[in-house]
């Protein structure tokens, strides 16, 4: 074989561009599951924070604590990050309700940043 015929020849092409692709292709799709874990964590804080503000209107003059308590139990998504309640800070008539959830995204060859979602609800209470 010639020199020349060696720049002609095409036998391996195709696995080398498939080498070179598919790691790329796999950490696309693996930050994909990153972002959908955290909308899941986003949606099981908005329940949390419904369900609290649902027991803060239901129940007569319940505690801050009891409230927290609430809102911790009903929180779903959140297993790859923290997640914490803050106590409800009281006004006159209302009471914010507070999630927070911060994880390290991972996209498997190299970290991510670390996202913090921040999600806060306004409860109008009987006075």
């Known amino acids: 074989m010639t020199k020349f015929n060696l720049r002609r020849d095409e036998r391996g092409a195709a696995a080398l561009e498939f080498a070179l692709s598919v790691p790329i292709l796999i950490m696309m799709i693996w930050g994909i599951f990153q972002v959908g874990l955290l909308y899941e964590a986003n ?4 329940h949390a924070l419904g369900e609290g503000a649902r027991y ?4 007569p ?3 801050n604590t009891q409230i927290k308590n ?3 139990s009903k929180v779903f998504g959140t297993k790859n990050g923290t997640f914490t ?3 409800p800070v009281n006004g006159v008539g209302y009471k914010d309700l507070s999630v927070t959830y911060t994880t390290q995204t991972n996209f498997l060859f190299m970290a991510g940043p670390s996202v913090t979602l921040t999600r806060t609800k306004k409860v109008y209470v009987a006075t």
């Open 70 to 72: 609430r809102i911790s």
């Open 43 to 46: 949606a099981g804080m908005q």
């Open 85 to 87: 309640v803050a106590t």
């Open 56 to 59: 803060t209107t239901l129940y």
């Open 61 to 63: 003059t319940p505690t």
